[in-house]
């Protein structure tokens, strides 16, 4: 087992490569989109060398739902891509597929909601995790 870098197994012929799934975790705290505006809640660098050989990547999370939509985003605010953006509107589990940066980057998660009715409590996101694979 190779740890260096990507985490990685050689095949047992010895003539292959596979990647282990690993995750970034952005958040293992309750986060609260109390804004309109979007709100950087959590940053995680991108290092091309080691992530770029995983084909996948996804943004996993739960949300506990008012009647305010949650917007969730991860930008990579190093080269001024929006990697994923979703609006939740119930609460549960979400898998958000995301596009992969292509070089060095500051990924950054913003929040925010959008006022659908007249609830005062704001919608909840309980963990964040980046899933690569």
Do not use: Q
């Amino acid at each position: 087992m190779n740890i260096s870098g990507c985490v990685s197994m050689n095949g047992i012929s010895g003539s292959s490569t596979a990647l282990v799934p690993s995750a970034l975790v952005i958040s293992n705290n309750t986060i609260t989109a109390t804004s309109l505006v979007p709100v950087k809640v959590g940053v995680i660098p991108w290092i091309n060398a080691k992530y770029k050989y995983f084909t996948n990547m996804s943004l996993s999370f739960e949300t506990v739902h008012t009647d305010r939509n949650l917007v969730i985003s991860l930008e990579d605010d190093t080269n001024a891509v929006v990697l994923g953006t979703t609006t939740v509107s119930v609460s549960g589990f979400t898998d958000l597929g995301l596009t992969k940066p292509i070089t060095d980057a500051r990924m950054v998660l913003y929040v925010s909601y959008l006022a659908t009715g007249a609830d005062t409590t704001f919608p909840d996101v309980e963990g964040v995790v980046i899933n690569l694979y």
